[in-house]
């Protein structure tokens, strides 16, 4: 496979006229300055009077029709009313405007052919300007006029003027740019709109005990366990070891619950009366409104619930309450933060508690200003399109920009803004193409494709400096990987407390009960996969949604999945490493060699003075690093980072290892694909298996030189410790380690290739290696 050339991925910093205002120093003058202004005419039709009558019967079935050039807008029509209320935005880009004119026509909408009632005529040059903070422009009366220019019946209430994308009407207006868009359920797939993330708990289940349980065969011992189900999260506990009509278990389950609580958590006592027939001796409902919450580590108190159970007469389901009863502790847990990122990429790490949130340290800015080189992403109507739109996502925040339809390169200018509240997280920002602008119901199942995503993490970004950089877009695809553009971004973190923000580096990372009380490995993965299932499924009944297929490519869902492209990048980032020790280790060879006999000198002195002076040691070790610092400050990093298709292993993967990695779960290749694969797999871990066996081998031998496995030699080396400890007893410290060192840096001419005694010996040494099967 040709490996693109490397500068198609690089980030590139960029120089926009950003706010309209000019850059002093790192900060800008206005106020919405990390987009650069778009300027557009706005028309805001907000009702008529008076209209006269155009139909045989008397009647009026209006609309508006505003028209600048070849661009036009209409208005929804009434139904036989003379007084009609719109109150509806039309915003035309002043880049594309090619009139001096602007008309605002009213109609009367017919089978056959619409009627002209009149019209109202603007100059372009006449429009006044508003800048926001200004007040919106007051809305006038305007008397219509025949197309001769003489007056007739009726007045439009109006108001017209030039703004930007600051405009407070600008989220909602319609836009010239998006003229083919048809249809409300259109027009608002293609609005900007945030979006917040449902409020998140852990709930956990204490499965105590259950009493007075009355199973229908009495003859045998019942194999009892607890079932709980809080919507599609189904949890058991395991089969009682008391087998007995009272129960024990004293067992946590863990479920996800989000704000508002729709559905109750579902009980059921179950007896398995044969291996795959199970018998329900009783079930109960809680609703988690009632729940107790807790936010640290001290336990709620827990409570009896009575079991009912349902049996069939005569057709008819009926209730049978009696005394059987279950234990439980049943708490929403306030002080956990729930998961539903890669902790490794985390945009938010509060409680779910607001109670424990500490203040915020600043505030994060971001103009999403436009794409360059979009790829096509679908076909209509014989050529290649993109109708492109960004979200970006960070804590419980989403946004999504307005869509632009059919450009390689849309422009944007939307500005968005997020409190911080730890400058160890990272904002999310991806590129979709729009498939629904028809509307939900019309696209077929059509799904939104992704272009390509950024991640920033705000701890690589100074304070109060303004980022404008073009970052790639880079996407995986079973063929390698791809550019698929570059986005145009401006950003901004802002500190309001420095204090604060150097006070969170020494706070744990998670809130305190993730260390108090923590869940195991497999319990976060099981609840993160149910919290982002939630999340989609919530943000996805928004209107207009935002679709299940965006949030999981946000999220990051499949990265826990196997990947041989992933497994070979983390092993050379740990190689990266331990690079480092591996050269600390070749410079000390090389001083211990006399590669540079004065350097070796000087260590020699170095050494000396360290020994005659321990307490210098530590202080030096310290000054040095400081040194170190101040010395790589000149070469710091004066760019986010940004995706690394070279640390990621992406532009040298194997075209069959990246359809592995693309391959369904379960898998969905030939049988013969599937056996090679395996067998490459079966190899790798016969490599790993051989390192760790080599590792647990060095650590026995370890053991070995005390358990007189081998008598021989634990009785040299006790004898070695005696003589050892009787020696250091009366040598002083000093000259020990000043011998020590010494002979550790002796001249070449007094070294031996062969192997040292003490490794020798270590190496006689045995270990379990020879037990094993």
């Known amino acids: 496979m040709q490996r693109p050339p490397q500068e198609d991925?690089?980030?590139?910093?960029?120089?926009?006229?950003?706010?309209?205002?000019?850059?002093?120093?790192?900060?800008?003058?206005?106020?919405?300055?990390?987009?650069?202004?778009?300027?557009?005419?706005?028309?805001?039709?907000?009702?008529?009077?008076?209209?006269?009558?155009?139909?045989?019967?008397?009647?009026?079935?209006?609309?508006?029709?505003?028209?600048?050039?070849?661009?036009?807008?209409?208005?929804?029509h009434f139904e036989k009313k003379s007084n009609p209320e719109w109150s509806q935005v039309f915003a035309f880009s002043k880049d594309r405007i090619q009139a001096s004119v602007l008309e605002v026509i009213v109609k009367d909408k017919d089978f056959v052919k619409d009627d002209f009632v009149g019209r109202v005529l603007f100059d372009l040059n006449d429009i006044p300007k508003r800048v926001p903070p200004d007040s919106p422009l007051a809305p006038q009366w305007y008397r219509?006029?025949?197309?001769?220019?003489?007056?007739?019946?009726?007045?439009?209430?109006?108001?017209?003027?030039?703004?930007?994308?600051?405009?407070?009407?600008?989220?909602?207006?319609?836009?010239?740019?998006?003229?083919?868009?048809?249809?409300?359920?259109?027009?608002?797939?293609?609005?900007?709109?945030?979006?917040?993330?449902?409020?998140?708990?852990?709930?956990?289940?204490?499965?105590?005990?259950?009493?007075?349980?009355?199973?229908?065969?009495?003859?045998?011992?019942p194999e009892v366990y607890v079932k709980a189900i809080l919507g599609n999260q189904a949890l058991r506990t395991r089969v009682s070891m008391s087998k007995t009509i009272n129960p024990l278990w004293n067992e946590d389950l863990m479920f996800v619950a989000a704000e508002p609580f729709e559905e109750p958590l579902i009980l059921s006592v179950e007896d398995r009366v044969a291996p795959n027939k199970d018998e329900v001796l009783g079930r109960c409902a809680i609703p988690l409104q009632y729940v107790d919450r807790r936010l640290d580590h001290r336990p709620v108190n827990t409570r009896w619930f009575n079991l009912e159970k349902h049996v069939i007469v005569e057709g008819e389901k009926k209730e049978i309450?009696?005394?059987?009863?279950?234990?439980?502790?049943?708490?929403?847990?306030?002080?956990?933060?729930?998961?539903?990122?890669?902790?490794?990429?985390?945009?938010?790490?509060?409680?779910?508690?607001?109670?424990?949130?500490?203040?915020?340290?600043?505030?994060?800015?971001?103009?999403?200003?436009?794409?360059?080189?979009?790829?096509?992403?679908?076909?209509?109507?014989?050529?290649?399109?993109?109708?492109?739109?960004?979200?970006?996502?960070?804590g419980q925040k989403w946004v999504r920009t307005r869509t632009i339809i059919d450009s390689f390169a849309p422009r944007w200018n939307e500005q968005y803004t997020w409190e911080v509240f730890d400058p160890c997280t990272v904002i999310t920002i991806?590129?979709?193409?729009?498939?629904?602008?028809?509307?939900?119901?019309?696209?077929?199942?059509?799904?939104?494709?992704?272009?390509?995503?950024?991640?920033?993490?705000?701890?690589?970004?100074?304070?109060?400096?303004?980022?404008?950089?073009?970052?790639?877009?880079?996407?995986?695809?079973?063929?390698?990987?791809?550019?698929?553009?570059?986005?145009?971004?401006?950003?901004?973190?802002?500190?309001s407390s420095l204090v604060n923000m150097m006070h969170m580096y020494s706070q744990p990372l998670l809130p305190k009960m993730h260390y108090l009380h923590p869940l195991t490995v497999s319990q976060l993965d099981n609840l993160r996969h149910q919290a982002t299932q939630i999340v989609s499924l919530r943000l996805s009944r928004a209107e207009p949604p935002l679709r299940k297929e965006i949030v999981e490519y946000m999220l990051d869902v499949t990265s826990h999945m196997w990947s041989m492209r992933r497994s070979?990048?983390?092993?050379?980032?740990?190689?990266?490493?331990l690079g480092v020790v591996i050269s600390v280790g070749k410079w000390f060879d090389q001083?211990?060699?006399?590669?540079?006999?004065?350097?070796?000198?000087?260590?020699?002195?170095?050494?000396?003075?360290?020994?005659?002076?321990?307490?210098?040691?530590?202080?030096?070790?310290?000054?040095?690093?400081?040194?170190?610092?101040?010395?790589?400050?000149?070469?710091?990093?004066?760019?986010?980072?940004?995706?690394?298709?070279r640390l990621s292993c992406a532009d040298t993967a194997h075209p069959d290892e990246l359809d592995e990695e693309f391959d369904t779960f379960p898998t969905s290749r030939p049988p013969d694909i599937i056996r090679m694969r395996y067998d490459r797999i079966r190899s790798i871990a016969g490599r790993i298996q051989t390192v760790?066996?080599?590792?647990?081998?060095?650590?026995?031998?370890?053991?070995?030189?005390?358990?007189?496995?081998?008598?021989?030699?634990?009785?040299?080396?006790?004898?070695?410790?005696?003589?050892?400890?009787?020696?250091?007893?009366?040598?002083?410290?000093?000259?020990?380690?000043?011998?020590?060192g010494f002979y550790v840096l002796r001249h070449p001419r007094f070294r031996y290739k062969l192997p040292s005694v003490p490794l020798s010996f270590f190496r006689r040494l045995p270990a379990r290696t020879d037990c094993m099967l």
């Open 430 to 495: 991806g590129v979709f193409d729009n498939c629904h602008l028809q509307g939900g119901d019309k696209s077929g199942g059509a799904r939104d494709s992704r272009i390509g995503k950024v991640r920033i993490r705000l701890s690589t970004l100074e304070t109060d400096r303004v980022y404008t950089h073009s970052y790639p877009l880079l996407v995986l695809h079973p063929t390698g990987v791809k550019k698929m553009g570059e986005i145009h971004l401006a950003v901004r973190f802002t500190c």
């Open 144 to 221: 219509l006029e025949e197309r001769n220019g003489n007056k007739v019946k009726g007045e439009l209430m109006l108001a017209v003027w030039m703004g930007n994308q600051a405009d407070e009407a600008f989220p909602e207006a319609w836009h010239s740019d998006a003229a083919a868009v048809s249809g409300a359920d259109g027009l608002a797939n293609i609005r900007s709109k945030v979006y917040l993330s449902p409020k998140l708990w852990y709930l956990r289940v204490n499965v105590i005990e259950a009493q007075d349980l009355i199973p229908n065969d009495k003859s045998r011992f």
């Open 591 to 645: 001083i211990c060699n006399w590669k540079n006999p004065i350097t070796t000198v000087l260590i020699h002195i170095l050494f000396l003075i360290l020994v005659l002076y321990p307490e210098l040691i530590l202080p030096t070790i310290f000054l040095y690093l400081f040194l170190i610092g101040i010395w790589y400050y000149r070469w710091r990093p004066r760019h986010p980072p940004h995706m690394d298709t």
């Open 568 to 577: 070979k990048a983390n092993f050379f980032r740990i190689m990266g490493v």
């Open 321 to 394: 309450k009696f005394a059987s009863r279950i234990h439980m502790r049943v708490c929403l847990e306030g002080g956990y933060h729930v998961l539903d990122e890669s902790t490794h990429y985390s945009s938010d790490l509060r409680p779910t508690a607001k109670q424990l949130w500490k203040s915020s340290i600043g505030v994060l800015e971001v103009g999403v200003l436009s794409a360059q080189g979009l790829s096509p992403m679908k076909t209509k109507d014989g050529r290649a399109t993109t109708d492109a739109y960004c979200v970006a996502k960070y």
């Open 692 to 740: 760790v066996g080599d590792l647990a081998t060095q650590g026995e031998r370890l053991q070995s030189l005390l358990s007189w496995r081998d008598p021989r030699a634990t009785s040299l080396f006790v004898i070695f410790c005696l003589v050892a400890a009787v020696v250091l007893y009366v040598t002083p410290f000093q000259a020990v380690g000043l011998l020590t």
């Open 9 to 76: 991925f690089s980030l590139k910093e960029t120089k926009p006229h950003l706010g309209g205002g000019k850059i002093t120093g790192d900060k800008l003058t206005s106020t919405y300055d990390l987009v650069e202004q778009m300027q557009y005419l706005y028309v805001r039709v907000v009702k008529a009077k008076d209209l006269p009558a155009k139909d045989v019967t008397g009647s009026l079935d209006p609309y508006v029709e505003v028209k600048l050039g070849n661009y036009k807008g209409t208005t929804r």
